[in-house]
């Protein structure tokens, strides 16, 4: 079984700050890690993954994320935010291999980001 | 881009009503999912989908939730007999394939009510 624990359920930043949003997990077998980011009155989007490779991963608007497998966690930064980062982020892990398709979530972290 | 769909957006009911709702999953996918998240607590997996039978459910996919996919592009979700305690968002997701690298899209969102 796995968990996934977001320390922060809530961060405000000023506009072009940076910002960190935690995340750790625990599991016994090994798991893709990911990243998504609800707005507002949509679902739940894809920001980043992290499925093998390079521990550093990052999206295309400007978030990177971190795999740390010896401390569990995959937190998510940015170097300088806008008010359109604005959304809840969720962090999620899903078993490797085709065994497990189900994703496992954190509670979410509102990030709201302040002019 | 091609998106997953959810109808109703909102949708309350009494406490004993069943309810379905319906979700219309990217066109080429054969896996899909339902989600809920009850206001303030996480994410979690109910039952996945795939060649028309249910190949994964949780605890909490018990006897009065069942999922069907009654022609080629609808996928529903039927709470048979609701509680209180079924008030929550659901979310539907698809993927290609199954497999913790395919990655899971997902719809807007159902907000359900029972009163």
């Known amino acids: 079984a796995q968990s996934v624990t977001q320390l922060d359920s809530q961060v405000p930043v000023f506009e072009e700050a940076p910002v960190e949003l935690r995340c750790n997990y625990s599991?016994?077998?090994?798991?893709?890690l990911f990243w998504y980011v609800q707005y507002p009155n949509q679902g739940l989007q894809l920001l980043l993954k992290?499925?093998?490779?390079?521990?550093l991963v990052e999206s295309i608007n400007g978030f990177e994320a971190e795999f740390n497998k010896s401390q569990t966690s995959f937190h998510l930064r940015k170097p300088s935010v806008h008010i359109s980062d604005t959304a809840e982020y969720f962090c999620?892990?899903?078993?490797?291999?085709?065994?497990?398709?189900?994703?496992?979530f954190g509670e979410g972290t509102q990030l709201t980001v302040n002019p | 881009e091609p998106e997953v769909t959810q109808t109703p957006s909102h949708q309350v009911t009494q406490m004993g009503q069943e309810v379905i709702l319906r979700c219309v999953p990217i066109s080429n996918h054969l896996y899909f999912y339902w989600y809920r998240q009850i206001l303030g607590q996480k994410v979690e997996f109910l039952v996945s989908?795939?060649?028309?039978?249910?190949?994964?459910k949780s605890e909490i996919f018990d006897d009065q939730f069942s999922v069907e996919r009654p022609d080629g592009s609808n996928f529903t979700l039927k709470i048979r007999s609701t509680k209180l305690e079924d008030s929550a968002m659901y979310f539907c997701?698809?993927?290609?394939?199954?497999?913790?690298?395919?990655?899971?899209?997902f719809g807007p969102g159902t907000r359900l009510t029972v009163t």
């Open positions: 992290y499925l093998s490779g390079s521990t």
């Open positions: 599991s016994s077998v090994s798991v893709y």
């Open positions: 999620a892990v899903r078993p490797r291999g085709t065994s497990g398709s189900r994703l496992t």
């Open positions: 997701a698809s993927s290609e394939a199954s497999g913790g690298s395919y990655e899971q899209y």
């Open positions: 989908f795939y060649n028309n039978e249910i190949s994964e």
